[in-house]
């Protein structure tokens, strides 16, 4: 099993563009998450789904957007970067929502 | 206040002693707890899992929980090298915190010196 999968590994933005990071998982779990990590700030929830079709905001949603179209895949888009975005960020994915996550290897991003 | 606190460390151990590593959290109806480990550059690695007041064990690794207390700890007995690394406390509260919005700490860097 490749468990959660997260491309790209690294990006470069400049201020103003978008891009679209990609999330899939093989584990047929229904609970996804987006978080960011900043320095010393530990992990920040940007958005969550509970199954496919079902998102909600989590505690840093602005300037993100994701859709749940399936139960594998869970992109987290980025509208008009900024530098504030610049972080890394991780997928997760769990089996039920009291169990601990499976993480992504991360998309490190940077804003210039 | 924070509603996970963890000693960011660095907490420093020689190779073979136990490392202690502490969290405490806010939410008292908080229902299940997690170690996280988190090599730099890497992701987030589970370790450890803990629902129940008292001690949980997994090879090196022992869970502690006190809920009265609202502490949660992770002993790591043996300490190797290969520990160190950051360690994230997380608590996934219950129903009326909202069963997705599990809270990390900050993390506590652990040395295991040779």
């Known amino acids: 099993n490749a468990g959660v999968t997260q491309t790209p590994k690294f990006r470069i933005l400049k201020i103003g563009q978008s891009m679209t990071l990609q999330c899939t998982q093989d584990m047929n779990h229904n609970y996804m998450y987006w978080y960011r990590q900043d320095p010393g700030m530990g992990l920040k929830l940007i958005y969550y789904s509970v199954g496919a079709g079902i998102t909600d905001k989590g505690e840093v949603p602005n300037g993100y957007n994701v859709s749940r179209s399936t139960t594998e895949d869970f992109p987290l888009r980025l509208e008009l970067a900024a530098p504030s975005q610049t972080s890394v960020y991780f997928c997760?994915?769990?089996?039920?929502?009291?169990?601990?996550?499976?993480f992504g290897s991360g998309t490190r991003l940077t804003v210039v | 206040q924070k509603e996970v606190e963890q000693n960011s460390g660095p907490l420093s151990v020689p190779e073979g002693a136990i490392a202690s590593l502490n969290c405490t959290y806010s939410?008292?109806?908080?229902?299940?707890f997690f170690w996280y480990r988190q090599y730099s550059g890497k992701s987030p690695e589970l370790i450890m899992f803990i629902y129940s007041n008292g001690d949980k064990e997994d090879g090196r690794f022992t869970a502690q929980l006190n809920k009265a207390s609202q502490y949660v700890s992770l002993l790591i007995r043996d300490s190797q090298p290969s520990d160190s690394a950051t360690y994230l406390c997380?608590?996934?509260?219950?129903?009326?915190?909202?069963?997705?919005?599990?809270?990390f700490g900050t993390g506590t860097k652990l040395q295991v010196i040779p």
């Open positions: 997760a994915s769990r089996t039920d929502r009291v169990s601990g996550y499976t």
């Open positions: 939410d008292r109806g908080s229902q299940s």
């Open positions: 997380a608590v996934n509260p219950g129903p009326s915190g909202g069963y997705q919005k599990v809270t």
